[in-house]
C-alpha cells in the first residue's frame, strides 16, 4: 500500500502549514521521502516530473529563514521542488504528481504547503537545472510543523478563506450544467466527489466543475476571471485540475471503484470561463 493511513484520512486532515521548527529531518524519515518522490516520474497524461528534497545548507543562518518563499513560509529547512516537462497537459500532470507526494508526506506526519506564486524560481531553478523544456509550476515546504499556525499563517488562511469550501451544488452536476448532483444521485461515488471537494487549490478558488452523464464523470475546469493574469509563470488554475484528479484516483480506488481517464467531451452549454479537461468512466 502507498498509504499506512485511509486516503480519505489524509485528505481529511491535511492542511497548508506554513511555519515549521529549525528542526532537520530524521535521517530514516529523509530517505523515506527521497524513496518516495523519486518514483513519482509521470503523470496520467504521460508528461514526465522529476522531483527533488532541497535543503538548506546552513540551518543556523537566521537570514536563511525565507529562504526561497518571500518569508511566507516561516523556518523551513526543506522543500520538495520539481520540474515537468513542458506539453499539453503538463501543469495537469504536474499538480497530480505533487498533490500525491504532499498526501504521503501528511502520512508520514509532515507538514507542507502547496506554493505556486510565493517562491522564488530563480532560487530554485538552478538546484532542480531546470532544461529548456521545463518548467517548476509550484514546490511545497516539508518538515515538522510549529505546534500552532503563525500568524502570518493565519492572515493568509483568513484571507483566502481557507477553512472553506464552496456548496457542492455549485461544483457537480447531473447530465448539464444546469442541475445540481443531489448527493443520493451520486450513489457511493458521491464519496469521492466529496473528497475532489476538499482539495487545496491556488487561492482556494475550487476550479473544479464535475458533469456526470450516466457512468461518465466529466471534469471541467472553470477559471477566476483574471486569475493566470498574477502568476504568470504557471498555470495554477491547471494545476488544480490535476489536483482534483490525483485525488478522484485515490479515492474512487480506495472506495473500489475502477475505470481509467479518457478524452471524451460531451456536447454541453458551458458556462463562462469553462473549458473542458478530461473524463472518467466508473465501473464498480
Ligand atoms: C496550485 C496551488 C498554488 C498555491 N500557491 C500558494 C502560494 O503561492 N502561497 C501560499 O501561501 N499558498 C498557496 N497555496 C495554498 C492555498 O492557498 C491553499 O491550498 C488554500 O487556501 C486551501 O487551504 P488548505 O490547503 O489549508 O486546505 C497554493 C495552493 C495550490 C493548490
Redesign the pocket.
Known amino acids: 500500500m502507498e498509504f499506512s493511513q485511509p486516503v480519505i484520512e489524509l485528505i481529511e486532515s491535511?492542511?497548508?502549514w506554513?511555519s515549521y521548527k529549525s528542526q532537520p529531518l530524521e535521517p530514516e524519515l529523509r530517505s523515506q521521502i527521497v524513496e518516495y518522490i523519486k518514483q513519482q516520474t509521470q503523470g496520467p497524461f504521460g508528461h514526465n516530473t522529476r522531483f527533488q528534497l532541497i535543503e538548506k545548507d546552513d540551518p543556523l543562518r537566521i537570514d536563511n529563514a525565507s529562504f526561497g518563499t518571500y518569508g511566507?513560509?516561516k523556518n523551513a529547512l526543506n522543500f520538495i521542488a520539481g520540474v515537468v516537462e513542458k506539453g499539453t497537459r503538463h501543469w495537469e500532470d504536474y499538480?497530480y504528481n505533487l498533490?500525491k507526494i504532499i498526501l504521503k508526506m501528511t502520512d508520514l506526519g509532515l507538514g507542507t504547503?502547496?506554493?505556486?506564486?510565493?517562491?522564488k524560481r530563480s532560487e530554485f531553478g538552478p538546484l532542480l537545472k531546470v532544461g529548456v523544456n521545463e518548467v517548476i509550476?509550484?514546490i511545497s515546504p516539508v518538515g515538522y510543523g510549529t505546534a500552532s499556525r503563525a500568524i502570518r499563517d493565519r492572515v493568509?488562511?483568513w484571507g483566502?478563506?481557507?477553512?472553506t469550501r464552496r456548496p457542492r451544488e455549485v461544483m457537480f452536476f447531473d447530465g448539464s450544467f444546469s442541475r445540481p448532483l443531489p448527493a443520493v444521485a451520486a450513489g457511493k461515488f458521491d464519496r469521492v466527489l466529496n473528497m475532489v471537494r476538499?482539495?487545496?487549490?491556488?487561492?482556494?478558488r475550487q476550479p473544479w466543475r464535475i458533469v456526470k452523464i450516466g457512468n461518465m464523470f466529466h471534469l471541467y475546469l472553470k477559471r477566476a476571471r483574471n486569475y493566470s493574469e498574477m502568476?504568470k509563470a504557471?498555470d495554477?488554475q491547471r494545476?488544480?485540475m490535476g489536483?482534483a484528479m490525483c485525488h478522484f484516483d485515490l479515492v474512487a480506488r480506495e472506495t473500489g471503484f475502477t475505470g481509467k481517464w479518457v478524452e471524451q467531451e460531451p456536447n454541453l452549454d458551458l458556462p463562462e470561463l469553462a473549458e473542458y479537461i478530461v473524463s472518467r468512466k466508473i465501473i464498480g
Open positions: 491535511r492542511s497548508s506554513r511566507f513560509i499538480g498533490e504547503c502547496w506554493l505556486g506564486g510565493t517562491f509550476p509550484a493568509i488562511r483566502a478563506k481557507s477553512r476538499l482539495a487545496p487549490s491556488a487561492s482556494n502568476v504557471a495554477l494545476v488544480d489536483i
